[in-house]
């Protein structure tokens, strides 16, 4: 098991940027499959952005598909979540996410990750102004 520690969220107006962090310790961080989550009020979690082991593949939610970038760092144990052009319907508490999905998966490692999640992080809210 793991634990994630998100950071970096704020308050921010309209087409601002956010970037999130979030450090993960426990078992060896690149077997794991990484990703951030949102929850607005009243609204169920939803997938953001996601990274394989490497960082040489990545998945996005349409509505932050050329304003959203993840990526990792294997050697400081952190993925990160730069969020660009940020509009009010962004605002949420954003949750880091680590899957350990095996590399039998290869190319369909976005679509275990649900499967194999460990349990999240506190979270961190991301408020955009408009």
């Known amino acids: 098991q793991v634990q994630l520690t998100e950071s970096g969220g704020g308050l921010v107006q309209t087409g601002g940027s956010l970037r999130l962090s979030c450090v993960v310790s426990?078992?060896?961080?690149?077997?794991?499959?990484m990703g951030w989550y949102r929850q607005a009020p009243g609204k169920e979690r939803e997938s953001v952005a996601a990274?394989?082991?490497?960082?040489?593949?990545?998945h996005y939610a349409e509505s932050v598909k050329g304003r959203f970038t993840i990526a990792r760092d294997n050697a400081k144990n952190t993925v990160y979540l730069q969020m660009n052009s940020l509009n009010p319907a962004d605002t949420a508490v954003y949750y880091c996410?680590?899957?350990?999905?095996?590399?039998?998966?290869?190319?369909?490692?976005?679509?275990?990750?649900?499967?194999?999640?460990?349990?999240w992080g506190q979270g961190t809210l991301v408020t955009v102004s408009s």
């Open positions: 996410a680590a899957g350990a999905v095996p590399s039998k998966y290869g190319n369909s490692w976005y679509g275990a990750l649900y499967r194999y999640l460990e349990p």
């Open positions: 426990g078992r060896s961080f690149s077997s794991y499959v």
């Open positions: 990274i394989n082991w490497s960082g040489t593949s990545t």
